[in-house]
């Protein structure tokens, strides 16, 4: 029910969509802006909903299933580390610091 009520929406095209019986998941490439549409969508036409744990969470009323927004391409950690390392070598290195 709730696929297929926001799934047409304009601004929702190019996301991908993963349905179980409880969670509905949204991933696109920008998801923060994604899901600040859908907010202000929700509030145009009146369709309550509330946070969750996660800030990435809806929950809306009238439908069993939560929303979650999630990137479209995933890091994991071992990425998150490596950019991390990457930035601080890179902010080293313009910095003067002989590495």
Known sequence: MLKA????????????????????????SDRTTLQENLEKWFKSKRIEFKPRKKPTELEVQGSSQVLIFKPL???????????????NDLNDWFSGVDI
């Open 73 to 87: 391409k995933a890091r994991g950690a071992g990425g998150l580390k490596f950019e991390t390392q990457f930035t």
């Open 5 to 28: 009520l926001v799934k047409d929406l304009p601004f929702v095209k190019g996301s991908k969509f993963e349905e179980t019986r409880g969670t509905l998941l949204i991933r696109s």
